[in-house]
């Protein structure tokens, strides 16, 4: 349960469907099999990793953004409220970055 690594990938190039975005996660976060693949388990289990100095690095988030407009701004508000609320507190998030077709954020 839950894969400790300075740096998370996320790679959303395949990603056809919703699910297929929390099986991303889940894996690369190596969540427990009870994660329930939406986004209140997502942040229950983002959260309990709050303790850990870490980047997130989203890839080919537009793919995201075709998927679902709406899902893809819930994850941007449950990273940015997650480096907001922790890091500094019990975290030390090195930087949430996400890209996309030529854009790049930084969380």
Same mark, same amino acid.
């Given at each position: 349960?839950? *894969?400790?690594? #300075?740096?998370?990938?996320?790679?959303? *190039?395949?990603?056809? /469907? =919703? /699910?297929?975005?929390?099986?991303?996660?889940?894996?690369?976060?190596?969540?427990?099999?009870?994660?329930?693949?939406?986004?209140?388990?997502?942040?229950?289990?983002?959260?309990?990793?709050?303790?850990? #100095?870490?980047?997130?690095?989203?890839?080919?988030?537009?793919? @995201?953004?075709?998927? *679902?407009?709406?899902? *893809?701004?819930?994850?941007?508000? @449950?990273?940015?409220?997650?480096?907001?609320?922790?890091?500094?507190?019990?975290?030390? @998030?090195?930087? =949430?970055?996400?890209?996309?077709?030529?854009?790049?954020?930084?969380?």
């Amino acid at each position: 349960m839950y *894969s400790f690594k #300075e740096e998370y990938i996320l790679d959303f *190039s395949e990603v056809k /469907y =919703i /699910y297929d975005v929390h099986q991303i996660i889940k894996k690369e976060f190596d969540f427990p099999d009870y994660y329930g693949a939406n986004w209140d388990a997502f942040w229950d289990c983002i959260t309990d990793m709050a303790n850990l #100095e870490m980047k997130i690095d989203v890839l080919n988030f537009d793919i @995201l953004k075709k998927v *679902s407009e709406k899902d *893809s701004a819930i994850f941007v508000e @449950l990273l940015t409220d997650f480096k907001d609320y922790y890091d500094g507190k019990w975290a030390e @998030l090195k930087e =949430i970055t996400i890209r996309d077709d030529g854009d790049t954020i930084h969380i």
